[in-house]
């Protein structure tokens, strides 16, 4: 008597428990504050038609999850054994085997699964689609960062480089291509689309589009070492006029460093940081005095052997027009963020954070760097770290 009050009261509290637990869980689903990562809080066409079939679904499975478990605690209630029961004698009568059920229980299954194969069938094909102005993005997953690969008059040559943060205009279709250089990885914004692998050796090809302008997170969803669970990226919607101004503050050149710390910043990462970065116009070979040059290398992003990507580093040419960086991890500005063109004009470098990273890359995210993965630590001085400091903030606009 006693084993079965205590086994009651376990299975009441279990219940309890997975009732709220099961609450939390689903209690602010949907709600996007907070929560960047959430796949139900739809931001773009193409994830509005995966939300639109999500919900229906849904709701047909748990219906039908409905349907079966109470049929399966009635059943066990209704035909339970009674204490005064007789072994033999009071027992259900026994059945084996219902053609005519058998069939029905195949049947019902197949039929609904096949009418929501229509709808699935249908929603894949449309995700593949893209309308006619759509424009063509570059990604390139490695690690442990995203770069994005601009060519903006077709001739195959990529005319931005960016990393991490990649800027899109609201209401237009984009096509990521999602390539890799190294392992597999996988682009993902919830928000704006599903997620597609990056696998060395292909392209894959990933529609959407952002309805509003704002930043969406992602993060990568394929694991690929050391740093893939801070392996972020963000795609940033501006308004199609915003967009524009993007372009043209990407492809104009910024100012030549002037002050003094700034210069020697400048020498110091011509001598210890641009055999793996590229800064546009700045080459390891470089030996004349500083000029800049829009021009980006013939070989540049056509093969991964050019000389400015000796070790699959983010280009830092125009690292100050991010808003994020180290893989997305890190915010360069102070303070809640918007998604803006210029986001020195808006908002205070986090001089702190560059600092970090600078002081010791590995306190900032796990890299490798004796298999040639991520950025060694220089152990570089405060004074080295200062001028550097001072160069990289001059890179924007
Ligand atoms: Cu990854």
Redesign the pocket.
């Known amino acids: 008597m006693r084993n079965k009050r205590s086994a009651t009261i376990i299975t009441g509290i279990s219940l309890a428990i997975t009732l709220v637990l099961g609450y939390l869980m689903v209690a602010d689903i949907g709600k996007p504050d907070g929560r960047p990562l959430n796949t139900l809080a739809p931001a773009g066409s193409k994830a509005w038609e995966i939300q639109d079939l999500i919900v229906p679904v849904f709701i047909i499975a748990g219906l039908v999850f409905i349907f079966v478990e109470i049929g399966i605690i009635w059943l066990a209630a209704r035909f339970r054994r009674r204490p005064e029961d007789v072994d033999g004698v009071d027992e259900p009568a026994q059945l084996h085997g219902s053609t005519k059920l058998e069939i029905g229980w195949t049947l019902a299954p197949s039929l609904l699964l096949a009418f929501l194969a229509v709808f699935s069938v249908n929603g894949i094909i449309s995700q593949g689609k893209a309308d006619k102005d759509a424009i063509d993005i570059t990604v390139v997953?490695q690690?442990?960062w995203w770069e994005y690969r601009y060519d903006l008059d077709d001739d195959g040559k990529p005319d931005i480089i960016t990393a991490n943060e990649a800027a899109i205009p609201t209401g237009r279709d984009v096509r990521f291509h999602i390539q890799s250089r190294d392992?597999v990885?996988?682009f993902w914004i919830p928000r704006l689309a599903g997620k597609l692998d990056a696998v060395p050796g292909r392209t894959h090809v990933r529609v959407m589009d952002a309805l509003e302008p704002g930043i969406y997170e992602g993060q990568?969803t394929?694991y690929?070492?050391l740093s893939?669970g801070v392996?972020r990226m963000q795609v940033k919607a501006l308004t199609p006029e915003d967009y524009e101004k993007w372009l043209e503050l990407m492809t104009t050149p910024p100012e030549a460093p002037k002050t003094d710390i700034e210069k020697a910043g400048q020498e110091l990462f011509v001598a210890q940081c641009s055999f793996c970065h590229q800064v546009n116009g700045i080459t390891p070979t470089d030996t004349a005095p500083f000029t800049y040059s829009n021009e980006i290398d013939p070989d540049y992003g056509v093969t991964n052997d050019s000389p400015l990507l000796s070790r699959n580093a983010p280009n830092l040419t125009h690292l100050m027009m991010r808003q994020h960086f180290v893989g997305g991890l890190l915010p360069l500005y102070q303070g809640k963020q918007e998604a803006v063109v210029n986001p020195r004009e808006v908002y205070e470098p986090n001089v702190n954070n560059i600092k970090r990273w600078l002081r010791d890359p590995h306190e900032v995210k796990p890299m490798n760097e004796q298999n040639l993965q991520g950025m060694p630590n220089y152990n570089l001085s405060e004074t080295q770290i200062d001028q550097l400091t001072a160069y990289l903030l001059t890179l924007g606009h």
Do not use: I, K, N, T
């Open positions: 997953g690690q442990w392992v990885h996988s990568c394929e690929c070492g893939h392996m």
